[in-house]
């Protein structure tokens, strides 16, 4: 089908959708079910009511009505075997099926497969009486016709963007069978219903992405899925470059992933699930909340399929979710700019120096002021990393927006935290990330930078001036570094399942009752309260018991879970180890004293008693460096181990390697003695081959000359025999010419001939009946309507039905009369249609005229009189004026009737 025109095949379904109904009938609502709908689209519960309601004030619902008639698919064989047991005849002809409506009972278990109009039969269901519970059905046979009736939408629900979604696919041969009309019928449908061209462009957009459309595709045996489809947010999407092995391509390998294991990978279990079975299932999770379990007890018999420890996930989440990473992206692009064809993910990568290269050790960070070891390879190493920055993320991105660049003087939008840019810049530094950008942010202190600002802020710099404004800020720097973080009993140990209890200030929590946000963004209150809590050894702890309501932090969980994924190659029970030192926050605070102590040794000589305090500090920051030193020292130990066993290995390997060449030498040795001998018999068989080959040259020759001779003679003989067929097909060829310039002249003559009957016909019209018809309609009555001739009494009245239709083949007008006074109301009629300008014409395309129509039409048995309308009568009323003229001519008659058709 992909071959034929769009024009041919919209043609044809129409041919075939004329011709080949199968007919029309009353059929039981219980038979009835709608396969089709149920793939793509849910029962809407206010469309529903809406009919209902229109249903009631109408005092009924009309199903005998074209437009309101269902069509059906079914098997031919199977409809006649039903006709045949219900004991019932049907016509084929439309308008004797539009008259039958013959209620027909199929036999119990039986159900028609119904291609549009579910939302109206379940309103009748609900609204009709027991003895009423019936619609009209159309049944069809064909498989073309079906994609067309099934994606009609007469007065129908408009298709939404998971529709579209997969109608396209289904035609462009991803889905099922390729079919490139049906295809930009779709893609037509989208730029209609579209107030722009967004959504179709943004269609084409993903079809060309190599990895999103894949993974949208993976969803075609789950067709209800594609009911949380969002055309319109798919740019966002694609421009948040996280589409590597984890982020959003890892959710939607999840979402399908699930919906497999919980369906055990069978397909046509799969096609049954409804967008109404989607709506109720996802964001729910009953095997953590109570609430959720009761509530879906009555669909999943004890919650054994769908007790799932996540959110149940599904597009519609999927898409909600790109608003809850899209802040923690854009923070992340503020350590690294992906270059064109990059993601964050390889960006970050190539920025990688790994510093647990020789240790094999990576930090978790467990809470702010709490770090742990875990021994890993590299890959894994980098994945801990990368998911350490985007909690970091996820936690303050909301004191790290994006920044914005403003060419006029508006008011400024939020700025960033500079100790939070600076914490999350540092952690990356320490985690082994080397790029431009994490180095222009670590280099500058952000305390200095809060001090500088805060004394320019408290007076104004055009109205006042510091004596001394570098040491007014090492005094401003040191009171902010006297700040001693919160402990970790004060701040992070919050029990998993107990974080709606009291917010973090120990006062109630007058939020409490508010259910958090399943998906999307989550509330500012829930956001603050689960900030402790988002770590990576918290979010891969289990918390096993269901609880009574669903939590924020579950929510945040299952959507870290979602995007990155339950594995992350480490033992979070088992594998860590604390640090000895305090945190990564309270090393950064020791350089930072170090720093601007060095920048302000003049001020605190002048201070006695801050002076021992200071080197106090100092020796404890030399204690540090000296345990670090130590550490640095053991794995500069256990590196050079490793380096001697490497080097004791390669010795091994290269001896191994020397005795190996000796062999391998040796070999060749031989092989060379083998070669030159092989040589030496090769060069005396060469000698000998060449003497035979010149005796077979020689003998050879002579068989040759022989062969040569008998072919040579051979191709002469049928050289000869080709001049000859040459020379007659020549002949044939001027024989032909001359009678194609005989049938020229012939035509030219013709031509001639019609040009004068087209002039005469002209000439008639002017001048004769239908000439007269456009004057005034009386005087094309003849003198059969003013006879005064009474019919014979005696004489039986038969009945007769003359048919008046349109070219279309629909019945413009019907009259019934008797034969014995037949002629009048045909002609009455006749006159009313030629005063319209129309041609009247036999089932030959012979014109008629208002007193012979009738006589011509019962002559013939056709009972049928064609109307053309006045654009067409001239052309008609020629052939039937040239008719009349040759009406003795056979010959001239046939030739007109060519140029008709």
Not at 192 to 202: D, F, I, L, Q
Not at 547 to 559: D, G, N, P, R, Y
Not at 789 to 812: G, T, Y
């Amino acid at each position: 089908m992909s071959n034929i025109k769009p024009n041919t095949l919209s043609q044809r379904i129409e041919e075939e959708r004329a011709l080949k109904q199968l007919g029309t009938a009353r059929v039981n609502l219980s038979f009835l079910e709608f396969p089709h709908s149920d793939q793509l689209q849910q029962t809407k519960k206010a469309n529903v009511d809406r009919l209902k309601r229109l249903f009631r004030v109408e005092g009924g619902c009309r199903p005998d009505d074209l437009a309101n008639r269902i069509p059906a698919i079914i098997d031919e064989g199977q409809w006649q075997q039903y006709l045949s047991e219900s004991d019932t005849s049907m016509n084929h002809e439309p308008e004797n099926v539009i008259s039958t409506h013959t209620k027909i009972d199929f036999p119990p278990g039986f159900r028609l497969q119904c291609l549009r109009g579910r939302h109206r039969v379940e309103a009748a269901r609900q609204v009709l009486p027991d003895r009423d519970q019936w619609w009209t059905v159309d049944f069809y046979p064909s498989g073309e016709l079906k994609c067309t009736l099934i994606d009609e939408y007469t007065n129908e629900i408009k298709p939404d963007d998971g529709e579209f979604y997969y109608k396209i696919r289904e035609y462009q041969g991803l889905f099922g069978r390729k079919t490139p009309y049906f295809e930009k019928r779709w893609w037509g449908r989208l730029a209609a219903v579209s107030t722009s061209h967004n959504k179709k462009e943004r269609l084409e957009q993903l079809f060309r992405n190599v990895h999103f459309a894949p993974a949208f595709d993976a969803f075609q045996h789950i067709p209800a899925l594609y009911g949380g489809m969002r055309l319109s947010t798919l740019n966002k999407m694609i421009s948040m470059k996280c589409h590597e092995s984890q982020e959003l391509l890892a959710a939607l390998r999840f979402i399908r992933n699930f919906y497999y294991d919980v369906f055990e990978n069978d397909q046509s279990m799969m096609q049954r699930l409804s967008r109404t079975d989607i709506e109720h299932l996802q964001l729910t999770a009953p095997g953590a909340c109570e609430r959720d379990f009761q509530d879906l007890n009555y669909r999943v018999k004890g919650g054994k399929i769908l007790a799932a420890f996540s959110a149940m996930p599904s597009l519609h989440a999927f898409f909600e979710n790109l608003k809850y990473l899209k802040g923690p992206a854009d923070c992340m692009k503020r350590l690294v700019r992906p270059k064109r064809g990059e993601t964050i993910q390889s960006a970050l990568w190539n920025a990688f120096a790994d510093p647990g290269l020789r240790s094999g050790k990576c930090v978790i960070q467990g809470s702010r002021s709490t770090f742990f070891f875990a021994k890993a390879d590299t890959n894994t190493r980098f994945s801990l990393s990368y998911r350490q920055l985007w909690l970091n993320a996820i936690r303050d991105y909301r004191d790290m927006p994006k920044p914005v660049c403003q060419k006029l003087a508006n008011p400024k939008n939020g700025e960033a935290n500079e100790t939070v840019l600076y914490e999350f810049a540092s952690l990356a530094d320490k985690l082994g990330l080397e790029t431009q950008e994490i180095h222009d942010l670590v280099e500058h202190d952000p305390d200095e930078k809060i001090a500088r600002r805060l004394l320019r802020t408290a007076r104004d710099p055009s109205q006042y001036r510091y004596k001394d404004f570098k040491g007014c800020v090492g005094r401003l720097v040191e009171i902010i570094h006297e700040a001693e973080p919160l402990g970790d009993e004060n701040h992070d140990d919050v029990e998993v399942g107990d974080d709606n209890n009291d917010n973090l200030h120990g006062e109630p929590n007058l939020q409490e009752e508010r259910a958090p946000n399943r998906c999307g963004i989550l509330n500012d209150a829930d956001q603050v309260r689960d900030r402790p809590l988002m770590y990576l050894p918290k979010l891969h702890y289990s918390t096993g018991a269901r609880q009574a309501e669903l939590t924020s932090f579950f929510v945040q969980k299952s959507l870290y879970l979602f995007f990155f994924g339950k594995d992350a190659g480490i033992d979070f029970e088992k594998d860590l180890e604390q640090v000895s030192s305090d945190g990564l926050k309270d090393l950064m605070h020791r350089e930072q004293l170090l720093n601007s102590t060095e920048r302000s040794s003049d001020n605190r000589n002048q201070e006695g008693d801050n002076l021992q305090d200071e080197q106090v500090e100092i020796g404890q920051d030399s204690i540090a460096r000296l345990d670090d030193a130590k550490r640095e020292l053991e794995a500069v130990e256990v590196s050079i181990q490793l380096k001697e066993t490497e080097q004791q290995d390669q010795e091994t390997r290269l001896k191994d390697l020397e005795r190996i060449i000796s062999q391998k030498e040796e070999i060749l040795k031989s092989l060379q003695v083998s070669v030159d001998k092989r040589k030496h018999d090769l060069a005396s068989q060469t000698v000998d081959f060449q003497q035979v080959w010149a005796r077979n040259i020689v003998q050879n020759a002579n068989n040759v000359d022989e062969g040569w001779q008998a072919k040579l003679d051979q191709f002469t003989k049928q050289e000869q025999e080709w001049r000859a067929k040459i020379a007659q097909l020549a002949r044939e060829e001027q024989q032909k010419q001359k009678t194609v310039e005989e049938l020229k002249a012939m035509e030219h003559t013709e031509r001639a001939k019609l040009q004068e009957l087209e002039n005469e016909k002209k000439r008639l019209i002017e001048n004769q009946t239908l000439g007269t018809v456009r004057l005034g309609q009386k005087s094309l009555i003849p003198e059969e309507l003013n006879s005064t001739n009474e019919p014979d009494e005696q004489s039986p009245s038969k009945a007769v039905h003359i048919r008046f239709m349109q070219r279309c083949w629909a019945v413009l007008h019907e009259v019934v009369v008797d034969q014995i006074d037949s002629t009048k109301e045909v002609q009455r009629v006749g006159i009313k249609l030629m005063g319209k300008q129309m041609g009247l014409f036999d089932s030959e395309m012979r014109a008629l005229t208002v007193y012979n129509c009738f006589q011509r039409v019962t002559k013939t048995g056709s009972n049928t009189i064609f109307v053309i309308p006045g654009w067409e009568v001239d052309r008609t009323a020629n052939i039937e004026q040239l008719a009349e003229y040759d009406e003795q001519s056979g010959q001239k008659k046939a030739m007109l009737k060519r140029i008709w058709d």
